[in-house]
């Protein structure tokens, strides 16, 4: 079974940056896509980031493109989220996934497979 493990949250200033990490317990070449997802208190999770384990395809919601950039190390079987100029809203425990398929909408929880145990990220304005 594959384990993930997010590190990098923290406390930050409105406007200042936070790079997360996501390490996997073993080699992620049968996984298809890896995730970030966020929930803010009182709300949903909700997609932030995604992508493609093989090739360049990454995806954003539009509430983050601009700010945040996702990233992976296959040989370290880790992922990255830069997250730049943050604020309040950003607040949230941001969990990483993994999806073993290639079907399902990059965006919904229920694609993923393999999720972390979250990080907390607080932004103070």
């Known amino acids: 079974q594959v384990q993930l493990a997010e590190s990098g949250g923290g406390l930050v200033q409105a406007g200042g940056s936070l790079r997360l990490s996501c390490a996997a317990s073993?080699?992620?070449?049968?996984?298809?896509?890896m995730g970030w997802f966020r929930q803010p208190p009182g709300k949903e999770r909700e997609f932030v980031s995604a992508i493609r384990w093989s090739g360049d395809s990454t995806y954003y919601a539009d509430s983050v493109k601009g700010r945040f950039t996702i990233s992976r190390d296959n040989a370290k079987n880790t992922m990255y989220l830069q997250m730049n100029k943050l604020n309040s809203e950003d607040t949230a425990v941001y969990y990483c996934?993994?999806?073993?398929?290639?079907?399902?909408?990059?965006?919904?929880?229920?694609?993923?497979?393999?999720w972390g145990q979250g990080t907390q990220v607080t932004v103070s304005s």
């Open positions: 073993r080699r992620l070449f049968s996984m298809y896509t």
């Open positions: 996934a993994a999806s073993q398929a290639s079907g399902g909408l990059i965006n919904r929880p229920d694609t993923y497979d393999y």
